[in-house]
């Protein structure tokens, strides 16, 4: 009899464990910036997106827009891989309609829309749905009285697939210097983590990423990534929030699911940062 219990004890055990590992739901997950670039009572909410890579969540999109809804953003940001280069445009375009109203949308491009060999064609999609597009730019706006600057940069794999020679670091660098003078809380979107080295050199004090896609594998407490895209095995920056003096950085660990490539203890995940004056 106690072995009895033993055994569905543990196989229990081991059946929670195994659905934690392979949930591929959507997950919310918060973060809270505190500066005294916004007075104390003021906030802002922004919805952060990545590496949707066309993936269909639901008819027409509906569990994701749904949730991002239900989020109520006052901005909305896309860090690229928004479409793919290997799947049909349709869940994007599915994504980017239903968002549409929500609130102002910003997107930066990342790399597999840059394989497509199509770039131009996938940012004028997106921009027929009222998103502004980001290519070493910036614009400074007012959300719930406050004065935010958010600029975006355009994936280096410019250089190879549209602009052979095109000094990527340096106009990045010249495109935001002027921003040094400018007291706005500043946010920048940028698709890849790893190159946050680059992007210290502007006076930025938020840095949204994605394409580690959460380093595919983790084991919670121990491992926060198993492998990324551009950064290898055991990446330093998978997913999450990383700080670097001033500057917050931080890491969607992206939306896209695929059956075959599981991801491990590494759901799927909408991120939310509120930036709350101090």
Known sequence: ??????????????????????????VVKKYIINTNKLDADQSV?????????????????????????????????????????EMPIEGTEQFLAGIQGIAPTYYVSGNHEYWSNDIQNIKNTIRQYDVTILENTYQQIKVNNSSIIIGGVDDPDIVKYEKPGFDWEGELYKA???????????????HRPELIEIYKRSDFDLV???????????????????????????????????????????????????????????????????????
């Open 208 to 278: 949204l990423s994605g394409h580690a896609h959460g380093g595919q594998v983790r084991i919670p407490f121990i491992l926060n990534g198993l492998y990324a895209p551009d950064q290898g095995w055991f990446p330093q920056y998978a997913g999450g929030e990383y700080k670097h003096d001033s500057l917050i950085h931080i890491v969607s660990r992206g939306v896209s699911f695929n059956p075959r490539l599981p991801r491990v203890f590494n759901p799927p995940e909408i991120v939310v940062v509120d930036i709350k004056g101090e």
């Open 45 to 85: 909410r922004i919805v952060l997106i990545s590496d949707l890579h066309n993936h269909v969540y639901g008819e027409n999109q509906s569990k994701i827009i749904s949730s991002i809804r239900k989020q109520s953003p006052d901005i909305i940001a896309l860090t690229g891989d928004i479409a793919d280069d």
């Open 176 to 190: 935001f210097l002027e921003l040094q003078d400018k007291p706005d809380f500043k946010i920048l979107l940028a």
């Open 1 to 26: 009899m106690i072995k009895t219990r033993k055994y569905w004890l543990i196989t229990g055990l081991l059946v929670v464990l195994l659905f934690a590992a392979f949930y591929n739901g959507l």
